[in-house]
């Protein structure tokens, strides 16, 4: 398995409001990106704190993971957050996501999972995990608002996940917003 990400402040800011999460432990991987609301320092600390709770939290499922970072966040300005989880034997793909975190993948077998409305650590209404197969050579992308969602990943395959990346981050980067993405080829 290989990943890229690349995470970026909004221009003249001293914080990023956008984090990253990634580990593996025990064949399994896990991958998220998180986006404080706002910029800023404050979108730091909120976004810092769902990556301490995923962290804590990193070996329940995906599901449980966001229900604890939902009950975790209260009193925080909140974050939206997408959540993967993979069996690295397996390929058991396990997602969560709660608000405008984008996630395009490319697989041997069509996947499309959602994410659902609202914000962790203020409304979430309902929410659920998909489950999932993925095989060698799939690819999937995570990213924040900051990222336009107007790329498509038929354009990068057969190519390293650091060009990948580089290149949607170059092409779609926003101005206006903290910006990351995070590519995963398994």
């Not at 925080?76 to 396990?94: C, N, P, Q, W, Y």
């Not at 409305?117 to 929410?127: A, M, P, T, Y």
Request: net charge positive; glycine share 10%.
């Amino acid at each position: 398995m290989k990943y890229s990400v690349i995470c970026e402040a909004l221009p003249g800011e001293t914080k990023c409001g956008d984090v990253f999460f990634i580990d593996r432990f025990d064949k399994t991987a896990i991958f998220a990106v998180i986006d404080g609301l706002g910029h800023g320092v404050n979108a730091f600390e909120a976004a810092s704190k769902c990556k301490n709770i995923i962290d804590v939290n990193k070996e329940k499922c995906v599901k449980d993971i966001i229900m604890c970072c939902h009950q975790g966040l209260k009193g925080t300005r909140g974050v939206v957050a997408a959540i993967v989880k993979i069996d690295e034997d397996s390929g058991l793909f396990d997602f969560g996501g709660v608000g405008n975190i984008g996630f395009y993948a490319k697989t041997k077998k069509p996947v499309k999972p959602i994410s659902f409305s609202g914000v962790l650590g203020h409304n979430l209404r309902k929410f659920m995990s998909f489950r999932f197969n993925i095989y060698k050579e799939d690819i999937f992308v995570l990213f924040s608002d900051g990222i336009s969602c107007r790329f498509d990943l038929e354009d990068n395959l057969g190519k390293d996940v650091e060009i990948v990346a580089k290149e949607i981050f170059t092409k779609q980067r926003k101005l206006n917003d903290d910006a990351t993405i995070l590519v995963v080829r398994y």
